[in-house]
């Protein structure tokens, strides 16, 4: 039988077109419901607990390891906060004389490597493996925090940040992608958002050991830098706990691989669900290899998908979180907080408490100036941590369609560290709130059932009238024969 299949719709677990006579009850074209009265037929589809249900102590540990790259992107990029407070015991700035301009470059030089790798390395995870690429992207890691602490000049240290930059760049588009392949459906926002939830964690760190280090110890900034060695080895050490995705292994290495990976990651005694969701992953990729090579092209095609990922990514930085993240130590000092160190690790804390719905209380005395300049900046960040700091990273790994993830990923974080160079904030918030309520849908009815899964995302990326024409550009759709 010859059909023509949209290229969307190739990606989506295949559901058989309705017989004339309806002789097998299955789902329909973008409506799925369970077939047969009864529920009795053998050729119904059933109606299907999640795909991969379940938690294990395997995945659990994985995910938290792969997240150590997260936990590097943060306090990699927070660091230089707390190493740059005037008048420190242990401040960088006692060892390397750098005006505020030199500071404000040496800061935003991880955001520039950032934006740099983003842009660049979208591709590589889906050529080497997710797996491979974050083990690999520790190295940078390493020798940017190596060349950090060991800095006698500017110029080493800018060199430093900037291969910190491309590494945290790389993270971007490995660590999201691999925790939402490698999580059950009914678990992936949780696990998805272990990416944001560990870049705050790292943070944290970067302020407590700030608050211990670099207010007593002399060139204590060395030892916070040098510090960014030891998660990668830690990570590096960990490996074997750390599995491939199962997406990847289905297309390189075939399908005992990725029954392989999800059995060690998905409870023992759901094999059936775990067949399944081999089953489902497979008929993806049997689609995927009568595709042409996915280009930027075909990211352009999904214009839903990339007006929302734009602006969910572009207003999460224009908030002007990473102003406050960046720089809480010396805004703290310049309101006259008597230790600004104490400060930043509060906002650090207020930054995880709330990712992770806890409460945190302050019972410690400050001055009437410094608690007016906490108390905001918490508001500040606990705003941010519970909607836009932990739901951006879940929605794009929802709406992606799996065959443009790793080009979508890669030019949405590129967005985010373009849009973390300005400074321009009054109003941000405003036009964030009016533009998410606008233009983006809720994710949550997608994450079920497979059949379920497949209409819902139609639904979803559906920007094409049933001719085949495009309803924006007016051309044919491209389509193959199968």
Not at 81 to 86: F, G, H, L, R
């Amino acid at each position: 039988m010859h059909a023509h299949v949209d290229v969307n719709e190739k990606l989506l677990p295949k559901i058989e077109p309705i017989a004339p006579q309806r002789q097998r009850q299955r789902a329909g074209g973008r409506s799925p419901k369970i077939g047969g009265s009864g529920g009795s037929s053998g050729s119904a589809r059933p109606s299907a607990p999640p795909v991969g249900c379940g938690r294990t102590s395997q995945l659990r540990l994985a995910a938290w390891l792969i997240s150590i790259s997260s936990f590097m992107w943060g306090f990699s990029a927070a660091v230089l906060n707390v190493c740059i407070v005037p008048d420190a015991v242990g401040s960088l700035l006692v060892d390397i004389n750098l005006t505020t301009e030199e500071q404000e470059r040496a800061t935003a030089l991880v955001v520039v490597g950032c934006v740099l790798s983003a842009l660049t390395t979208g591709d590589v995870g889906a050529r080497v493996g997710q797996k491979k690429t974050i083990l690999g992207n520790n190295v940078l890691y390493i020798v940017g925090g190596a060349v950090c602490a060991l800095a006698t000049s500017k110029r080493e240290l800018y060199a430093g940040r900037l291969l910190i930059g491309l590494a945290s760049g790389i993270v971007t588009n490995t660590v999201p992608i691999l925790l939402t392949e490698i999580s059950p459906a009914v678990s992936r926002g949780e696990i998805t958002s272990l990416h944001q939830l560990s870049l705050t964690i790292g943070m944290l760190v970067s302020a407590v050991l700030g608050f211990f280090i670099i207010s007593n110890v002399p060139s204590g900034w060395r030892y916070l830098n040098g510090f960014m060695i030891l998660p990668p080895l830690v990570q590096c050490l960990g490996m074997s706990f750390i599995p491939e995705s199962p997406w990847w292994l289905m297309k390189n290495r075939g399908r005992e691989e990725c029954r392989a990976t999800l059995v060690f990651l998905r409870p023992i005694n759901k094999m059936d669900a775990i067949e399944t969701e081999v089953q489902e992953i497979a008929r993806v990729m049997e689609h995927r290899q009568h595709e042409a090579h996915v280009t930027w092209s075909h990211l352009l095609a999904h214009k839903k998908v990339m007006a929302t990922g734009t602006i969910l990514v572009f207003f999460q930085a224009m908030t002007g979180i990473n102003t406050v993240m960046l720089y809480s130590a010396k805004i703290f000092h310049f309101a006259g907080v008597t230790n600004p160190f104490f400060a930043t690790a509060v906002v650090g804390f207020t930054n995880v408490g709330v990712l992770s719905w806890s409460l945190l209380y302050l019972n410690h005395n400050l001055e009437v100036q410094g608690i007016v300049a906490v108390s905001s900046v918490l508001v500040f960040v606990g705003g941010f941590a519970v909607g836009l700091g932990a739901v951006v990273w879940v929605m794009l790994g929802d709406i992606t369609p799996v065959h443009i993830r790793f080009l979508g990923r890669g030019s949405n974080p590129g967005k985010n560290g373009i849009a973390k160079l300005y400074l321009i904030l009054s109003g941000v918030a405003v036009i964030c709130l009016a533009s998410i309520y606008t233009f983006v849908e809720e994710t949550s009815h997608i994450k079920t059932a497979p059949a379920k899964l497949a209409a819902d995302e139609k639904l979803l990326l559906s920007e094409v009238d049933q001719d085949g024409l495009d309803e924006e550009f007016g051309v044919l759709r491209q389509t193959t024969d199968l």
